[in-house]
């Protein structure tokens, strides 16, 4: 039977089809380079400015007179050519457009890997490069190859001090970093409507570790939940059997705190084998693990005490950072110690906010944790920010089970 990919691009999988994009994303880094593909095609306009989105995440605020007279390029390109714009401070892209920005059932073209996230909404999302891009720019359309479909079957509940970013990491540990090349995800099985829109835009978020091109769930009561917050219309997916080339079972209250360790996003090992492991650095943020549910379960369990080692915090979006200062979440984090940076992808590209040294360890909420990407010679495990909390609490790897 049909896949939600299959339904939302309207063909079989393996079929080639050239499609209309309903949503189309860039940020300061993979925009200015769009740019450049698009004036060196003779400036041919816009096809559909309305839906077309320039959003400032990468290097945000701009680290040197470099990057800022690129970035200053971009703004006069969007300001000409009245696309969506949002400048410093808006959040991280993916984040930005989840906002209301997307509906399911759309297609949703990003000019970043984890476009993926976007799926969480029943949309079919996935990254291009630059050149691909500025086509869409120009035409208002790309190319794609249907992909075959992973299912990934949820059952259980999660037990305490285990989050979506545990059932990512172990997903990605079971598929392997190729096990779901050019497929779609899809999060199925009895328990996927029981997992909140936070964990979702996680899950899907992490797919593309994977080798996936994109990860999707089903839209339904919570999507039409969580977009009635925006005034965003939701239409219910109903699964209809559909096939999968490979299935993937995880029962829920089987899994563990884990980190990935140095340098690979499938291996991981329980945080509890890692226990004691030295730390100089705890980040919390990104498109995976930076939204406010997320700074909200580390300042649980920080109220109240002092990190023993740097920790930064980056909120994902300015609505998520709103929504943390209003409710008394970043108060709590700054007593505890932590530094707050401007809401966007902060130290996780390895451009600035938190880059690290040589020979340092990190403990960070991100997606990746590949050599040299985060600081030449540093090394760093991925974990969920309830075991980033703990472990800043104690300066080395501790089980979040430990403090909650």
Known sequence: MTTLSEKILGARAGTYIDRHVDKAFCHDGTGIQAKIIYDAMGYPGI?????VYIIYDHIAPANNSQTAELQAELRAFAREYKVHFLDIGSGICHQVMAEGRVAPG??????DSHSCTLGALGAFATGVGASDMAGIWVS?????RVPDSVGIHLSGSTGAGVEWKDVALSYIAELGMDGATYAAIEFTGESASSVPMEGRLTLCNMAVEAGAKTGLFYADKETERYLARFSVSCQVQVPESPDYVKDCYLDLPGIEPVCAVPHRVDTIKPVQDLAGTSLDQVFIGTCTNGRYEDMARAARILKGNQVKVRTIVVPASG????QAVSTGVIADLIKAGCTIGSPGCGPCLGAHMGVLGKGETALSTANRNFKNRMGVGASYYLCSPSTAAASAIHGEITDPREVI
């Open 47 to 51: 096809a559909f400015p309305d839906t």
């Open 106 to 111: 759309e297609v949703v073209i990003g000019a």
């Open 140 to 144: 208002g359309e790309t190319w794609l």
């Open 319 to 322: 609505r998520d950072y709103l």
